[in-house]
């Protein structure tokens, strides 16, 4: 895909700054990044940024990082994904640098403290955002499926303590052999 050099730029520009402002985490990231590619600039469409986050947080490494570089790709092929990525890690790389500068000063601190605590709370209404704008897209689809394996890797998890890798490869299992089959079926009817 062709992009124009100023995409580029704004591409960049967007994760930089989203990345910024961002504390809490990919799963923070991530809401913010489908408002503002979804829907302010158009760029992707709903159902890609939910499959570009669930192969996000399917993959190694950290969710932010992850999901840019699948933005960035989608928007802008290579450059786009090596913009993106150089624009979600520049922030934190900064911040984390200044703040083990001054970590003495910090690490004391009781308002610096407090405003962290407090940011906890902010940090867990963007997730659970997250879970309620996924669900409201599972539901969209109104397929069985997605909401047994929803629950499923749910009850796996949390009430029967199985091994979260387990429940993503049982999970990327399901959906590739529901796909095959939707398929072939949809070969067989035409």
Not at 81 to 97: E, N, R
Request: proline residues 4%; charged residues 15%; hydrophobic residues 55%.
């Amino acid at each position: 895909m062709r992009c124009e050099k100023g995409r580029y730029a704004q591409l960049f520009g967007e994760t930089f700054r989203l990345s910024a402002c961002t504390f809490g985490g990919g799963f923070v990231i991530i809401p913010l990044m489908r408002k503002r590619f979804v829907e302010e600039l158009n760029w992707i469409e709903e159902q890609e940024m939910m499959d570009l986050t669930a192969i996000a947080q399917s993959s190694p490494g950290a969710i932010a990082v992850n999901a840019s570089i699948l933005v960035g790709y989608h928007v802008g092929g290579l450059p786009g994904a090596l913009l993106t990525v150089l624009g979600t890690v520049l922030p934190p790389l900064i911040i984390i640098s200044v703040i083990s500068f001054f970590y003495t000063a910090f690490r004391d601190n009781p308002i610096v403290n407090m405003a962290m605590t407090g940011m906890l709370a902010g940090v867990a209404a963007v997730i659970c955002d997250v879970v309620v704008t996924m669900l409201k897209g599972i539901f969209k689809q109104r397929r069985l499926l997605p909401v047994i394996v929803l629950l499923a890797a749910f009850i796996a998890v949390r009430f029967l303590g199985v091994n979260i890798i387990l429940v993503i490869l049982a999970c990327g299992l399901t959906g590739a052999a529901d796909t095959l089959y939707r398929e072939r079926a949809g070969r067989e009817r035409t």
